[in-house]
């Protein structure tokens, strides 16, 4: 069970951070982190696409590059995140794991650390719209 929460917790926690800010903002009558007029909800989605920008500009190969090196590039980050969260569970299964929990532990803080940056910003902004 603790596995299963240190891989979800890190996914789950922006949500979290902002329900609990919610509460208190409606609580206290306050709006916080809110856009208060049009002007600067259009300034909040301008970072948005400059943070966008910013990480397709490091994405983008510098030179002439094959297309496949490229490609490979750009999911290499995507393929090591799955390598390591498919790691993480087979060795949750094995018998031999609750031998060693201090590195079972130690992998199940890099799956979750992994799990976050997969989808944990996703859900963010997701959950971000919704408001």
């Known amino acids: 069970m603790t596995a299963i929460l240190t891989l979800i917790l890190p996914a789950l926690l ?13 609580v206290l009558g306050i709006e916080t982190g809110q856009p208060q007029n049009f002007n600067e909800r259009l300034e909040d989605k301008k970072l948005d696409i400059e943070k966008l920008k910013a990480i397709a500009e490091l994405d983008r190969p510098q030179g002439n590059v094959s ?19 498919v790691a993480a569970i087979i060795y949750n299964f094995l018998p ?11 992998l199940n803080e890099l799956a979750a650390s992994a799990t976050f940056f997969i989808i944990g910003d996703r859900v963010y902004l997701g959950l971000k719209q919704l408001r």
Request: avoid cysteine; hydrophobic fraction near 50%; aromatic fraction near 14%.
């Open 96 to 106: 031999e794991a609750s031998q060693t929990a201090t590195s079972l532990n130690y």
């Open 14 to 26: 922006p949500a979290i951070i902002d329900l609990v800010k919610n509460a208190f903002s409606r």
């Open 67 to 85: 297309k496949w090196v490229s490609d490979f590039r750009a999911s290499f980050r995507y393929i090591a995140v799955g390598v390591i969260v």
